[in-house]
């Protein structure tokens, strides 16, 4: 079965700076794609990247940019410029075909102003 | 541009008792699924459906029963609520699953249940 791991349970980050939150994965699959979500403390979800694995170029949306490295299976979210609005909970998720989408635990992320 | 509706938002049950969490798009999706959040677990699949009358078990399926008589509707029903099944659920639908995996997830703003 596959499983996501997010190794950090919370990380800080200085407004106007750069984090990464980690994501690994594992998986038998050559194909599928990948996904971070983010959730506020109001609780909705909100699609944030998504990478498809045949892809080899990094998606990038704005001030968030991923590190995708297929053979490492690991899935990192940068996020620059941090606002205060950038705190939240961050999911990363994994989907493949014929299969359901699989969350890690979650990461916290704090912006100090 | 309603999206998915969960209804209610909070609920507060007694052990033993039982209910049914409301859920509906107008996405026109055939894929659809309830997840529960509890902290440091992420979310948990419990039940999803790929079309009208398709059902299917998740990670964490005991406790909880799901149909699909529309393609816009997905309730999920608690039969006899336990302690154990205080969380926050979570309906989420997309594009079918088998056709459309690179389609996100749009999910409903949760309904946060506690059971006493």
């Known amino acids: 079965a596959q499983t996501v791991t997010q190794s950090q349970p919370e990380m800080s980050v200085q407004e106007a700076e750069t984090v990464t939150l980690s994501c690994t994965y594992d998986?038998?699959?050559?194909?599928?794609?990948l996904f971070w979500y983010k959730q506020p403390p109001s609780r909705q979800m909100i699609l944030v990247i998504r990478q498809e694995a045949y892809k080899q170029q990094n998606a990038t949306e704005n001030r968030f940019s991923v590190n995708f490295q297929k053979a490492a299976k690991s899935f990192s979210l940068k996020i620059s410029d941090s606002q205060l609005g950038d705190a939240a909970m961050y999911f990363c998720?994994?989907?493949?075909?014929?299969?359901?989408?699989?969350f890690g635990a979650g990461t916290i992320l704090r912006v100090k102003s | 541009n309603a999206g998915v509706t969960q209804t209610p938002k909070f609920q507060v049950l007694k052990t033993g008792q039982s209910m049914t969490l409301q859920c509906a798009q107008d996405?026109?999706?055939?894929?659809m699924s309830w997840y529960r959040q509890d902290p440091g677990m992420g979310l948990r699949l419990i039940h999803y459906?790929?079309?009208?009358?398709?059902?299917d078990q998740g990670e964490v399926p005991n406790g909880y029963n799901v149909s699909r008589s529309t393609t816009e509707d997905f309730p999920l029903r608690l039969l006899s609520a336990a302690p154990s099944q205080t969380s926050v659920y979570f309906c989420?639908?997309?594009?079918?699953?088998?056709?459309?995996?690179?389609?996100?997830?749009?999910f409903g703003n949760g309904t946060r249940l506690t059971v006493t």
């Open positions: 998986t038998s699959e050559s194909d599928y794609y």
């Open positions: 989420a639908s997309s594009y079918s699953q088998t056709g459309g995996y690179s389609s996100p997830l749009h």
């Open positions: 996405m026109n999706h055939e894929y």
């Open positions: 998720a994994y989907r493949s075909y014929g299969n359901k989408l699989v």
């Open positions: 459906s790929v079309g009208a009358g398709i059902t």
